[in-house]
Protein backbone atom coordinates (compact mmCIF):
# COMPACT_ATOMS: atom_id res chain seq x y z
CA UNK A 1 0.00 0.00 0.00
CA UNK A 2 1.47 3.25 -0.57
CA UNK A 3 1.56 5.60 1.62
CA UNK A 4 3.07 9.21 2.22
CA UNK A 5 3.43 10.37 5.79
CA UNK A 6 4.57 14.03 6.69
CA UNK A 7 5.96 15.70 9.83
CA UNK A 8 8.12 18.04 11.58
CA UNK A 9 5.25 21.11 11.14
CA UNK A 10 4.42 23.87 13.97
CA UNK A 11 4.32 27.13 15.03
CA UNK A 12 7.44 29.56 14.87
CA UNK A 13 7.93 33.21 15.05
CA UNK A 14 8.64 35.58 11.43
CA UNK A 15 12.05 34.57 10.73
CA UNK A 16 12.39 31.21 12.36
CA UNK A 17 12.84 27.59 10.68
CA UNK A 18 11.41 24.33 10.30
CA UNK A 19 12.21 21.17 8.73
CA UNK A 20 9.09 19.13 6.90
CA UNK A 21 9.46 15.32 6.51
CA UNK A 22 8.15 13.22 3.84
CA UNK A 23 8.45 9.24 4.06
CA UNK A 24 7.46 7.43 1.20
CA UNK A 25 6.53 3.67 1.06
CA UNK A 26 5.12 1.24 -0.77
CA UNK A 27 6.38 2.48 -4.32
CA UNK A 28 7.77 0.07 -6.64
CA UNK A 29 9.84 2.26 -9.05
CA UNK A 30 11.65 5.99 -8.42
CA UNK A 31 9.51 8.83 -8.60
CA UNK A 32 9.50 13.03 -7.95
CA UNK A 33 8.58 13.48 -4.86
CA UNK A 34 7.35 17.04 -3.75
CA UNK A 35 5.78 19.81 -1.55
CA UNK A 36 2.39 21.69 -2.16
CA UNK A 37 0.97 23.80 0.28
CA UNK A 38 -2.52 25.27 0.84
CA UNK A 39 -3.30 28.86 3.01
CA UNK A 40 -6.55 29.38 4.46
CA UNK A 41 -9.30 30.43 1.38
CA UNK A 42 -6.37 29.70 -1.26
CA UNK A 43 -5.44 26.95 -3.65
CA UNK A 44 -3.14 24.22 -2.94
CA UNK A 45 -0.26 25.42 -4.80
CA UNK A 46 3.52 23.65 -5.82
CA UNK A 47 6.36 24.76 -3.61
CA UNK A 48 9.44 22.44 -4.38
CA UNK A 49 9.94 19.27 -6.23
CA UNK A 50 13.06 16.41 -6.43
CA UNK A 51 14.08 13.53 -9.00
CA UNK A 52 15.48 10.86 -8.27
CA UNK A 53 18.76 12.35 -10.20
CA UNK A 54 18.91 15.50 -7.96
CA UNK A 55 16.92 17.77 -10.51
CA UNK A 56 15.21 20.14 -7.84
CA UNK A 57 12.49 23.01 -9.00
CA UNK A 58 11.12 25.65 -6.92
CA UNK A 59 8.36 28.27 -6.87
CA UNK A 60 9.30 31.48 -6.80
CA UNK A 61 8.45 32.02 -3.00
CA UNK A 62 10.34 29.05 -1.78
CA UNK A 63 13.53 30.21 -3.42
CA UNK A 64 16.35 31.36 -1.36
CA UNK A 65 14.85 30.81 1.59
CA UNK A 66 13.56 27.35 1.41
CA UNK A 67 15.63 23.57 0.48
CA UNK A 68 14.45 20.50 -0.44
CA UNK A 69 16.16 16.92 -0.20
CA UNK A 70 15.87 13.34 -0.71
CA UNK A 71 17.55 10.82 2.11
CA UNK A 72 17.14 7.26 3.00
CA UNK A 73 17.44 5.40 -0.64
CA UNK A 74 15.61 8.51 -1.99
CA UNK A 75 12.09 6.80 0.43
CA UNK A 76 12.39 10.17 2.65
CA UNK A 77 11.83 14.13 1.24
CA UNK A 78 12.49 16.86 3.37
CA UNK A 79 11.53 20.12 2.82
CA UNK A 80 13.55 23.02 4.95
CA UNK A 81 12.10 26.16 5.54
CA UNK A 82 13.72 29.28 6.40
CA UNK A 83 13.60 33.12 7.32
CA UNK A 84 9.44 32.23 7.69
CA UNK A 85 6.98 34.26 7.21
CA UNK A 86 3.25 34.67 7.89
CA UNK A 87 2.69 34.44 4.52
CA UNK A 88 4.03 30.92 4.86
CA UNK A 89 1.62 30.25 6.94
CA UNK A 90 -0.57 26.88 5.57
CA UNK A 91 -0.84 23.07 5.73
CA UNK A 92 2.11 21.68 3.69
CA UNK A 93 1.16 18.70 1.68
CA UNK A 94 3.87 15.88 0.12
CA UNK A 95 3.28 14.28 -2.81
CA UNK A 96 4.47 11.79 -5.43
CA UNK A 97 3.86 11.63 -9.34
CA UNK A 98 2.46 8.63 -11.08
CA UNK A 99 -0.12 6.70 -10.68
CA UNK A 100 -3.85 7.85 -11.99
CA UNK A 101 -4.23 11.69 -11.05
CA UNK A 102 -5.29 12.58 -7.56
CA UNK A 103 -7.23 16.11 -8.03
CA UNK A 104 -7.41 18.17 -4.94
CA UNK A 105 -10.15 20.88 -5.10
CA UNK A 106 -10.68 20.08 -9.03
CA UNK A 107 -7.11 20.52 -9.80
CA UNK A 108 -4.78 17.98 -11.13
CA UNK A 109 -1.30 18.54 -9.71
CA UNK A 110 2.10 17.69 -11.51
CA UNK A 111 5.65 16.92 -10.54
CA UNK A 112 8.53 16.45 -13.13
CA UNK A 113 5.58 16.68 -15.60
CA UNK A 114 3.93 14.15 -14.22
CA UNK A 115 0.82 14.32 -12.45
CA UNK A 116 0.36 13.82 -8.30
CA UNK A 117 -1.46 10.48 -7.78
CA UNK A 118 -0.61 10.84 -4.06
CA UNK A 119 -0.62 12.78 -1.28
CA UNK A 120 0.03 12.83 2.01
CA UNK A 121 -2.41 13.94 4.80
CA UNK A 122 -0.60 17.51 5.47
CA UNK A 123 1.29 18.90 8.27
CA UNK A 124 0.18 22.56 9.49
CA UNK A 125 2.59 25.40 9.63
CA UNK A 126 1.88 28.48 11.34
CA UNK A 127 4.81 31.81 11.14
CA UNK A 128 3.30 34.74 13.67
CA UNK A 129 4.50 38.06 13.45
Known amino acids: QVQLVESGGGSVQSGGSLRLSCTASGFTTRRCLGWFRQAPDRERAGVAG???????TYADPAKGRFTISLAGAENTVYLDLNRLEPEDTAIYYCGAAGGAPAYRGGRQYALCGVPVGYWGHGTQVTVSS
Open 50 to 56: IDGEGGI
